[in-house]
């Protein structure tokens, strides 16, 4: 099909289109009478990489990607990406749910109760020691600092750092995240939240069923 069939059916631009050829990502089968011309896998390859150019995903990312699914083990590679994917949707689930009580605000701990300790928040949180450290000091994500210098976690927090990273992935910068976590929310911020919360969870869903489709084919 040529460029601009395309770019019809895939609801895009032909400059866009021309563009991800550009990148590597989708390659010209051929090129006729000046024409370029792509397969018929060209049409699921331009919506994946659409997916997930609405998910933000940097160019590399989705070559990556684009990678493992040509691999001789498909399945077995979009697993990982899966479950990404499901990790995502559920922390937007419990950020939908803290914007449903009307606060964000971390609530007050029981200073008698046990802490989380460092390497245990990581692992409990999946996130890394280095992500950790960048939302302490962001202000982002309270801890309680040891006078041994070691710093410790109350439990809610936890569930706190699901909240500041879906709120990150929804492109709310630092100041705007330290701003909705600090207040109970008004009732403009908490539709901004959720607009863009069904918006990028559409996104996300999508993206899982394309690679869903594409693991299942036998092509």
Not at 22 to 39: Q, S
Not at 97 to 103: I, L, Q, R
Request: charged letters at 25%.
């Amino acid at each position: 099909m040529r460029i601009g069939v395309l770019a019809k059916l895939t609801g895009t631009t032909i400059a866009i289109i021309r563009s991800y050829e550009t990148a590597g990502l989708l390659v010209c089968a051929r090129r006729r009478a000046g024409f370029r011309e792509f397969g018929p896998e060209a049409l699921d390859q331009a919506k994946l990489i659409l997916a997930c150019r609405s998910l933000g995903w940097p160019f590399s990312e989705i070559r990556s990607l684009m990678a493992d699914l040509n691999s001789d083990r498909t399945v077995q590679r979009v697993r990982p990406h899966l479950r990404e994917i499901s990790e995502q949707l559920r922390r937007l689930e419990l950020l939908e749910e803290k914007v449903a009580s009307g606060t964000l605000m971390p609530p007050s701990e029981d200073e008698t109760a046990e802490l989380i300790k460092f390497g245990q928040f990581s692992e409990q949180t999946g996130l890394s020691r280095g992500t950790l450290d960048s939302m302490i000091n962001g202000g982002l994500l309270p801890c309680v600092r040891r006078e041994s210098g070691y710093r410790d976690f109350p439990a809610s927090a936890v569930a706190h750092a699901d909240c500041v990273v879906a709120l990150r992935s929804l492109s709310f910068t630092i100041p705007q995240t330290k701003a909705a976590l600090s207040q109970p929310l008004s009732t403009e911020l908490a539709e901004q939240i959720l607009a863009a919360l069904r918006q990028r969870r559409i996104s996300l869903e999508r993206l899982a069923d394309l690679l869903r489709g594409l693991a299942d084919d036998p092509r």
